[in-house]
């Protein structure tokens, strides 16, 4: 499986024969005419049971996916720093996160006392792949 990661927050996997690519990380506008602000994917990981998958990024969410439904299955509040990497322990049951700065925004955005965080959380059937 090869998994790609763009600048512009599309995610691409190809598996054999199976292509598939989805926008995320990027801000909700309703106005045309404003650019939509797009952020950086930090983290991808596969849920080991469920094939679905978790992204985090520079805008301080993460988001459940359900990439063969094509699907957001759950996102999160936004985080006040960005969030840097995430992974599953072995079963799937608890889903990690870090919050720390990124580098996205440059040296000039660095808050030196602003602190790093580790988050588990505990996962059920948030992750589970939507029926068809």
Request: net charge positive.
């Amino acid at each position: 499986r090869i998994l790609t990661v763009l600048k512009e927050a599309v995610v691409s996997t190809q598996s054999t024969g199976d292509k598939f690519t989805f926008k995320c990380h990027r801000s909700a506008t309703s106005d045309h005419n404003k650019p939509q602000e797009i952020y950086a994917v930090n983290g991808i990981k596969f849920h080991p049971t469920y094939g679905t998958l978790a992204t985090v990024g520079s805008d301080g969410k993460f988001a459940f996916w359900d990439k063969d439904a094509r699907t957001k299955l759950k996102g999160s509040e936004q985080l006040d720093n960005t969030i840097t990497c995430c992974d599953f322990n072995h079963n799937g049951s608890y889903f990690a996160y870090a919050s720390s700065y990124d580098w996205s925004k440059g040296h000039m955005y660095h808050n030196p006392q602003q602190k790093n965080y580790l988050f588990v959380r505990q996962v059920k059937d948030e992750l589970k792949p939507r029926k068809k």
